[in-house]
């Protein structure tokens, strides 16, 4: 699993040829991805969160997960890869290696 961070206002902040640039680089990995057999599934994820915990049985609700952190969880990208090696690699293909984040994880199951 391919966890993405990035921060929205330096999305909001480029240029529509940087943006355009941005998201033709994604475009261009996924089309990779699909036709190599890699891709299982990929989302991008709303800004807005709740973090709820159940504490002596009361339901507790905040906003985000850290809601002073510039960054945030902006997605995913499953992949069915030979190693670890290789997710790394796509990870650091991923646009927002470059000025947000990029996180490797193995799904379990």
């Not at 991805?33 to 049985?57: D, F, P």
């Amino acid at each position: 699993m391919l966890l993405i961070y990035n921060n929205p206002a330096a999305i909001e902040a480029m240029s529509e040829q940087e943006r355009s640039r941005l998201f033709g680089e994604v475009d261009t990995i996924m089309a990779e991805l699909t036709a190599s057999g890699e891709l299982i599934r990929g989302e991008a994820l709303a800004g807005a969160a709740k973090t709820v915990r159940l504490r002596g049985g009361v339901v507790a609700t905040t906003d985000g997960p850290f809601i002073e952190a510039k960054e945030q969880f902006a997605g995913y990208i499953a992949v069915d890869v030979a190693s670890e090696e290789r997710a790394v690699e796509i990870a650091a293909r991923w646009p927002d290696s470059q000025w947000g984040a990029m996180e490797v994880r193995q799904i379990l199951g």
